[in-house]
């Protein structure tokens, strides 16, 4: 598996034979900061390398317990641009973590934000039909009293499977994904942490990042996407990855 860095606005990628350090740096207010690798650079969605079955192994550490923005690791279609603008319908399958002010309500009893296993399936809406439609439900959850229907409604035609990984994220620990096409079993130092049903089925790319962004979803209907100052530098750091 060939991986792409990808370095924005001074993060920062750096390679060795024992793994990977992923570097976001003192970042001020509304500017964008990313460290990232990826095996589908310059490829459309249609090309990209992985369907089910996939086993992802890895180990990975952070230098803060609760990091300012996102970081994570697996499949997903890159549907979004850095504003939040939505290019597809999301599909992932990946261990991922947000930081407040995040609040993406996607799995009901789950908490918007924090370190997760999660799926979600949004299927394969044509792009052209997507944005007017996610424009539409937008302006619609305005309406006072329709914001949290809307959501309900969104969650049901956008299944999503969550589990929230309740240890620090500065301790090592050893993650596995099984992606299938049936199921996806998600492992944490050999324990299952999540069995989410009905997964994506691709084509997906790999992705490993840490970056300075929120979103928000709220069960409520409020919608947003933005940037968090880093007020230190802090690091994603990954050993032993595997793709198979």
Request: charged letters at 20%; glycine letters at 10%; a neutral charge.
């Amino acid at each position: 598996m060939l991986l792409e860095p990808s370095e924005i606005n001074g993060g920062r990628v750096l390679v060795s034979d024992a793994g990977a350090r992923l570097v976001t740096p003192i970042t001020p207010p509304h500017k964008y900061t990313n460290a990232q690798l990826d095996d589908y650079a310059g490829k459309r969605r249609g090309q990209f390398p992985h369907q089910p079955p996939v086993k992802l192994s890895l180990r990975a550490r952070a230098s803060h317990a609760q990091p300012v923005g996102t970081l994570g690791f697996g499949f997903w279609n890159d549907p979004f641009t850095i504003s939040g603008g939505v290019l597809a319908a999301p599909n992932v399958v990946w261990f991922f973590y947000a930081s407040p002010p995040s609040n993406m309500a996607l799995a009901e009893g789950v908490p918007g934000y924090g370190w997760k296993a999660a799926t979600l399936h949004a299927g394969k809406y044509p792009t052209v039909l997507l944005a007017p439609a996610a424009l539409a439900a937008i302006a619609l959850t305005r309406v006072p009293g329709l914001g949290a229907p809307i959501m309900a409604a969104a969650r049901r035609a956008a299944p999503a499977h969550e589990k929230l990984l309740d240890f620090p994220l500065t301790e090592w620990h050893h993650y596995e994904l099984d992606w299938l096409e049936q199921e996806a079993v998600f492992r944490v130092d050999g324990a299952e942490v999540l069995r989410a049903p009905a997964p994506p089925r691709g084509p997906l790319g790999f992705v490993l990042w840490m970056d300075n962004q929120y979103a928000v979803a709220s069960r409520e209907g409020r919608f947003g996407f933005g940037v968090c100052e880093v007020k230190e530098e802090q690091w994603l750091e990954v050993a032993g990855l595997e793709v198979r």
